[in-house]
């Protein structure tokens, strides 16, 4: 069975760095576009960025453009979110999963549920 599984969250001050981790099992992601996506309190899910399979092509929310840089390593398996520069608002679960649409990074369904996120919390 498909998984997916986020790691790296924590709690940092404004200003700060995390990297996020996603590992697949499973099922190879290497052949999918991959994105990030979060959800804070009380708000719907969102995607944050997006990488093709082929590493050549990532996007961005607006909201993270010039603070977030997406990355994947095929060979591991593994796509990542490197932030910089974290903001309070940017406190949320934060998630990956293929994309179906790049350009709008619609999540896909390859992976069946989503996993169960990691928590990154920022502190004003």
């Known amino acids: 069975q498909a998984q997916l599984v986020e790691s790296g969250g924590g709690l940092v001050q404004a200003g700060g760095s995390l990297r996020l981790s996603c590992a697949a099992s499973?099922?190879?992601?290497?052949?999918?576009?991959m994105g990030w996506f979060r959800q804070a309190p009380g708000k719907e899910r969102e995607p944050v960025a997006a990488?093709?399979?082929?590493?050549?092509?990532?996007n961005y929310a607006d909201s993270v453009k010039g603070r977030f840089t997406i990355s994947r390593d095929n060979a591991k398996n593994m796509v990542y979110l490197q932030m910089n520069s974290l903001k309070p608002e940017d406190t949320a679960v934060y998630y990956c999963?293929?994309?179906?649409?790049?350009?709008?990074?619609?999540?896909?369904?390859?992976?069946?549920?989503w996993g169960q996120g990691t928590q990154v919390t920022v502190s004003s």
């Open positions: 999963n293929a994309v179906s649409t790049f350009g709008t990074m619609r999540p896909g369904t390859i992976f069946g549920s």
């Open positions: 499973g099922r190879t992601l290497s052949v999918y576009n």
């Open positions: 990488i093709t399979w082929d590493t050549r092509t990532t």
